[in-house]
């Protein structure tokens, strides 16, 4: 056990002297939270539109107002002329532009009929998806309040609730997404790293003429890492509750638990990583291009899995971020406990189980 | 308690590391293993250290096998790798600290094998051991290795890359520790290092060419060896190779290392040779052959 002890003791005097491991521990995972919260998000707000208004009379006015008034546009400036919107557009100035027709409001009490056109700069389509849909809604809001004194047969009115993220924050849908990607990255690429840096300075070739088991090199080095892991999940955590106010209505109990599994899952892989490669660099790049790319396209973060073609479905099922995300979601979005996500669970288990057996059973006890 | 090698071969994809070699370390001897690099020392170290399998042959250490009872070996034997492999980035005391550990003893328990050579580290001892000096680096590595008192200790060229001075100092330690009851194999490429130990091996291209004491090794050299010197070196060395009873010659320092093919060798016949060739100052004499020239007549 004192063996056991000083060997982890060692590997922490690695951890915190080498300051560029250090900055990828803590640095990364704070920047990219920041980032996916901050930076990279599908919600609009204070959008530049331009406005040409035909009509000028009072229903466009109110129309007007009522948009002015969303914080999700700002009128950069009203234009006069049709030849205008191109030039507008060109120069970038805003990323939409309402055109009233000509005798809007008398149109829409004669005919019962008036047209706006909404003219977006798609080449941002989500953005510019976005920007049509609410303006839409704020359009039909403003119909259902002219409408109110009058009842119109048959009619299907569809209440739509959007549930577990009423707001649609993108957020939501990036907070597991970000933690378990860090979560993944730091637990299994500076394991992976550390095993074989060991192999690359030849100190390893001591530790093997050595009364040390090699799965007392192993643990030995994981451990500092579960440690450091879990700091981390904390850390992201705190920032997603307390900085975009990201509700977590399950237990926070449980919620460490699967993190803390997750974590032993991705030391598992980082170990088996590092017994095919021999240096540092090919430690890293397959926990790279083996790791983060799969975990960003193929396990729901970003794009859904049930609209990718049926053989990417299939693979998406042996990649443990999915299954991570899924327990994410259910515990801090749904609010679930246990009985609806011991599935899920259970995956992660056996995969953990696996990796391990594996990598014990790769490990070398010798030089070849 | 020695070391057993016999008949070991190893290859690599096509390169024969080791060809059937056998020899015996005898308990408490100091016995080195010299060639160049490239003949075989560091993968014969990695089998006796349970680090690679042999293809063949079989060998002990310390009354252990190196296949079957490798978690016993590892236990009881030393290991100095040729290429420093301690922690750069742990000072010299927590390296210590860490090898102690690591075979559950601690550096109070084993001071008086290590206090010779930690005394002098000692100063340094909170500086990170990749910023000593490759002679300080040695000692360190070698305290680490000793920290857990081995039965048998194998030094892989410890002295490689080290200044001469910090080179004696490290054959005196060694001569200290053999005192102190531990079997000792260190392999080295300089020849004048061989002089110092019990008996050595002479080994290349995987196969060992000669193994006695340093002086037997010497004495047995075959023919008369002469030290030859004048006012040109480059000149002498040509000169020599285009006369015709020429049997070697080795530069040596100031000197070149001349042996003859005939029996019946004149120094007389020879200077006149090299004045006739525009050299100058001539000496010759005879001298004591080294295992370097003995290296060279086997290597022949």
């Given amino acids: 056990m004192k063996r056991f002890i000083g060997f982890i003791k060692k590997e922490f005097y690695h951890i915190f002297r080498d300051r560029r491991s250090l900055f990828i521990l803590f640095g990364m995972p704070i920047a990219q939270i920041l980032l996916f919260g901050f930076a990279i998000t599908n919600e609009i707000n204070n959008v530049d539109i331009a406005i040409l208004d035909h009509s000028k009379d009072n229903t466009t006015e109110e129309i007007i107002n009522k948009i002015a008034a969303s914080k999700y546009f700002s009128i950069k400036q009203m234009i006069t002329r049709e030849a205008d919107i191109a030039s507008v557009f060109q120069k970038g100035q805003v990323k939409a532009v309402l055109n009233f027709e000509k005798d809007f409001g008398r149109n829409l009490v004669k005919d019962h009929k008036a047209t706006i056109q909404i003219i977006t700069d798609a080449t941002d389509p989500n953005t510019a998806n976005t920007i049509t849909n609410y303006v839409n809604a704020i359009l039909q809001q403003y119909q259902k309040e002219l409408n109110k004194d009058i009842t119109i047969a048959y009619q299907i009115m569809p209440q739509t609730r959007m549930v577990y993220n009423p707001e649609l924050k993108s957020v939501y849908m990036f907070v597991p997404g970000v933690m378990t990607i860090i979560l993944m990255l730091v637990s299994a690429m500076m394991t992976s790293i550390s095993i074989t840096r060991e192999k690359e300075l030849g100190t390893m070739e001591i530790l093997l003429v050595s009364p040390l088991k090699p799965f007392q090199v192993i643990i030995g080095k994981v451990i500092p890492y579960i440690f450091l892991s879990i700091i981390n999940a904390v850390v992201i955590v705190m920032l997603s509750i307390f900085i975009f106010n990201m509700p977590v209505q399950g237990s926070l109990f449980l919620l460490g638990l699967e993190s803390v599994l997750f974590i032993i899952t991705s030391l598992a892989l980082g170990i088996l990583i590092s017994t095919i490669s021999a240096t540092q660099q090919t430690a890293m790049m397959i926990s790279l291009m083996g790791l983060m790319l799969p975990v960003i396209l193929l396990s729901g973060f970003i794009f859904p899995i049930s609209s990718m073609p049926m053989l990417l479905q299939i693979i998406s099922n042996i990649i443990p971020a999915k299954w991570f995300i899924i327990i994410l979601k259910a515990i801090m979005l749904k609010g679930v406990g246990m009985q609806f996500i011991w599935k899920e669970t259970l995956i992660l288990l056996g995969m953990t189980v696996f990796f391990i057996a594996l990598s014990v059973k790769k490990y070398k006890i010798r030089l070849e | ?300």
């Fill in chain 2, 1 to 300: 308690m020695g070391i057993s090698i016999s008949n070991i071969s190893k290859s690599y994809k096509n390169v024969k590391a080791l060809q059937n070699i056998s020899f015996d370390v005898k308990p408490n001897e100091l016995f080195g293993l010299i060639g160049p690099d490239g003949a075989g020392k560091t993968t014969l170290f990695r089998i006796l250290t349970t680090l690679l399998f042999p293809d063949q042959g079989t060998a002990t250490v310390a009354g252990f096998d190196v296949v079957g009872d490798y978690k016993e070996i590892r236990k009881n034997v030393g290991y100095m790798p040729g290429r420093f492999s301690l922690y750069q980035d742990l000072t010299v005391e927590e390296n210590l600290n860490f090898f102690a550990t690591i075979f559950g003893t601690t550096i109070d328990e084993n001071y008086d094998l290590i206090k010779d050579i930690y005394v002098q580290i000692e100063p340094f001892k909170d500086r990170r051991a990749g910023k000593l000096s490759g002679g300080m680096k040695q000692k360190l590595a070698l305290s680490c290795a000793l920290i857990h008192k081995p039965k048998v200790l194998f030094l892989d060229e410890p002295t490689t890359g080290v200044d001469p001075v910090s080179r004696k100092e490290f054959w005196e330690m060694l001569k200290r520790l053999q005192q102190k009851g531990i079997t000792i194999l260190v392999s080295t490429p300089y020849m004048d290092e061989a002089a110092l130990c019990d008996r050595v091996a002479l080994i290349q291209d995987g196969k060992i060419l000669q193994i006695d004491t340093p002086k037997a090794i010497v004495k047995h050299y075959p023919k008369p060896i002469y030290n030859v010197r004048s006012n040109n070196m480059y000149q002498l060395i040509r000169s020599l190779k285009d006369y015709e009873f020429n049997h070697s010659i080795y530069p040596f320092g100031e000197f070149v290392h001349y042996t003859d093919s005939r029996t019946d060798f004149n120094p007389k016949e020879l200077q006149k040779y090299l004045e006739a060739q525009n050299l100058s100052d001539i000496e010759i004499e005879q001298t004591e052959a080294t295992i370097e020239d003995t290296f060279m007549e086997l290597a022949k």
